[in-house]
Structures are given as C-alpha cells and as structure tokens.
T-cell receptor
Framework: NAGVMQNPRHLVRRRGQEARLRCSPMKGHSHVYWYRQLPEEGLKFMVYLQKENIIDESGMPKERFSAEFPKEGPSILRIQQVVRGDSAAYFC????????????????FGPGTRLTVT | GENVEQHPSTLSVQEGDSAVIKCTYSDSASNYFPWYKQELGKGPQLIIDIRSNVGEKKDQRIAVTLNKTAKHFSLHITETQPEDSAVYFCAANSGYSTLTFGKGTMLLVSP
C-alpha cells in the first residue's frame, strides 16, 4: 500500500527560476493538502485541493505561488521566480474524502520536497 | 484563526523514563487533535490522534489526553526507547480541512 509520494525529494533553484513540486496521494485518496515547513518551525497550511478544484487557498502567498490537481496525474505546487525566502521543506498530505460538520479526516504526509534557492 | 502552542521545545530523557509534551489551542470549535512524529529528513508520521468526544486514548506506550475546558492536550510516552528520538508535533483542526501545528518538541532519549 503505497503512501503519499512526492518528487523531487531535493530541488535546487537559482533566484528567479521556477520550481515545480509534485505529489501523488495515497491510493484511494482524492484530497490533497500542501504545507510548508521553515527551519525549526511547525508546518503551515498552504492550500487544499480536490481533483480539478481548489477548495481552500487561504495559506497561499498571493503572488508567485499556484497549485493544481488535474483530473489525471499528480498535484503540482508551482513557485515562479523563486527567492531565497522560498527555501523550505514542502509537504503534501492526503485524505480519503472531505471532512464535514463535526468530523475531520486524518491527513497522511509524504516525505517532502526540500527546496533550496541559491 | 486557530493558534497552537507547544512545550517544551526540547526534552531529554533517559531510556525507560516517561516523556510528556503539552499543547494548548485557542479555537473552542476545534475537535480533532493529532500528534505527528518527524524523523530527520522524513515527513511527519501520524502516531495517534484524539477527538473532542474522548478524554483519553492509548496505543501501547503512547497515550494522549484532552481537556476541552482548559483547551489543552498532552502526549505521554512511557518506557521511552532510543528510537523514540525525533521531533514531535501537535496539531488542531481549523474547520474541515486545515491543521494548525505547534512548533514541535525535539525529544532525545539517551541509552
């Protein structure tokens, strides 16, 4: 039973380049969440997606960041024109379905992509 | 929005001792409280969780308690082993989809 998969595991980009991070949810899961972890910090929510829909992007920076989860293929977090402050670990989590009133679904995390901007 | 405070930031124990990590949350509407273990270079691993209709939950050497009135919850690890050494994160939900995390506790278990 494969878990959440992320690639690449490590990504180095120069300032101004684009970074693309990929996430494949656990088998049977159709909901994907992206979190960012700065050094010695907890994880911060960025965006929640279902297939072909962005459900909650309240944690996404307003500029340069975008996310998608197409009908086919992995979810992608895209960072345009990277800056040094984007250096962080980016984690993807998945759940089988949406929560509802009074119920929150467990989220299972992938191994992360560590982005370094030089 | 939700705010989660976690302490201590570091915890050193001898093998066989117990370890306790405490968290407080701010949003009384939160009803799901997971704990994650993160080893160096890896992603967070869900180790135990508790929901607001339960006061305590146990799984072998790990237990979690929840006090809704005081808005705090704790992780208890008994008979610690060196392989328990890791960073532990508590979290609380905000609505149906978002987890708010504490800043983590680095647990070091010395043989």
């Amino acid at each position: 039973n494969a878990g959440v998969m992320q690639n690449p595991r490590h990504l180095v980009r120069r300032r101004g380049q684009e970074a693309r991070l990929r996430c494949s949810p656990m088998k049977g899961h159709s909901h994907v969440y992206w979190y960012r972890q700065l050094p010695e910090e907890g994880l911060k929510f960025m965006v929640y997606l279902q297939k072909e829909n962005i459900i909650d992007e309240s944690g996404m920076p307003k500029e340069r960041f975008s996310a998608e989860f197409p009908k086919e293929g992995p979810s992608i977090l895209r960072i345009q024109q990277v800056v040094r402050g984007d250096s962080a670990a980016y984690f993807c989590a998945s759940s089988p379905s949406a929560g509802g009133p009074g119920y929150f679904h467990e989220q299972y995390f992938g191994p992360g992509t560590r982005l370094t901007v030089t | 929005g939700e705010n989660v405070e976690q302490h201590p930031s570091t915890l050193s124990v001898q093998e066989g001792d117990s370890a306790v990590i405490k968290c407080t949350y701010s949003d009384s509407a939160s009803n799901y409280f997971p704990w994650y273990k993160q080893e160096l270079g890896k992603g967070p691993q869900l180790i135990i969780d508790i929901r607001s209709n339960v006061g305590e939950k146990k799984d072998q050497r790990i237990a979690v308690t929840l006090n809704k009135t005081a808005k705090h919850f704790s992780l208890h690890i008994t008979e610690t082993q060196p392989e328990d050494s890791a960073v532990y994160f508590c979290a609380a939900n905000s609505g149906y989809s978002t987890l708010t995390f504490g800043k983590g506790t680095m647990l070091l278990v010395s043989p």
